[in-house]
């Protein structure tokens, strides 16, 4: 079993930033990869980047170049962290942490969830 805890989020105005934290403990050697999730209200959601054991990176299209995705990897947790910048009203949403193991497809674990809001 693996624990995602979050920590982060906040109201901030348009052009702002924010970093969001995901502490990972439990069976932390079998996570690989691990991601941020959003969900705005009434919409689906949505994967917005993800970062494998070995740093590889990957990141929707609305957020490249203003999100950044990193990793600390410790003896007893993980961490992963969303550097947001540049914000926008359009990215507010509620961010969630998640995390797979290395013999699974999907996203089998889930953090709390921090909401973010971004004011105009």
């Known amino acids: 079993q693996v624990q995602l805890v979050e920590s982060g989020g906040g109201l901030v105005q348009s052009g702002g930033s924010l970093r969001l934290s995901c502490a990972a403990s439990?069976?932390?050697?079998?996570?690989?990869?691990m991601g941020w999730y959003r969900q705005a209200p009434a919409r689906q959601r949505e994967l917005v980047a993800t970062?494998?054991?070995?740093?590889?990176?990957?990141?929707v299209d609305s957020v490249k170049g203003r999100f950044t995705i990193s990793r600390d990897n410790a003896k007893n947790t993980v961490t992963v962290y969303l550097q947001m910048n540049s914000l926008k009203p359009e990215d507010t949403a509620v961010y969630y942490c998640?995390?797979?193991?290395?013999?699974?497809?999907?996203?089998?674990?889930w953090g709390q969830g921090a909401k973010v809001t971004v004011s105009s």
């Open positions: 970062i494998s054991s070995r740093k590889s990176t990957n990141y």
């Open positions: 439990g069976s932390i050697f079998s996570i690989n990869t």
């Open positions: 998640a995390a797979r193991e290395y013999y699974r497809s999907s996203f089998s674990y």
